[in-house]
């Protein structure tokens, strides 16, 4: 079992931006599908970005063109770059990877 540690997340202003990274304790090589989760207040947990394999990320249509998910697999570690934020955007984001989760980290949009 592998695990993940996020890091990154804080309390911006709405237009801000935040970059959440997520690091993990052994390569990322074997892992076929890796991502990005948030749960915002009251609601549940749902897939923000998604990479599988090879292709393109998928997004949630709320953050696209604002939300970049890439992986280093060098530093075995896989970001977000969140920009433009809303407040709607508030929530706990958790790193994925296939069965693997991590403790979530905090992200907070509000003026």
């Known amino acids: 079992q592998v695990q993940l540690v996020e890091s990154g997340g804080g309390s911006v202003q709405p237009g801000g931006s935040l970059t959440l990274s997520c690091t993990a304790s052994?390569?990322?090589?074997?892992?076929?599908?890796m991502g990005w989760y948030r749960r915002a207040p009251g609601k549940q947990r749902e897939p923000v970005a998604i990479i599988i394999g090879r292709e393109s990320p998928k997004y949630v249509d709320s953050v696209k063109g604002r939300f970049t998910v890439s992986k280093d697999d060098d530093k075995n570690t896989m970001y977000l770059q969140m920009n433009s934020l809303k407040s709607e955007d508030t929530g706990v984001y958790y790193c994925?990877?296939?069965?693997?989760w991590g403790q979530g980290t905090q992200v907070t949009v509000s003026s």
């Open positions: 052994g390569s990322l090589f074997r892992f076929v599908s």
């Open positions: 994925n990877a296939e069965n693997n």
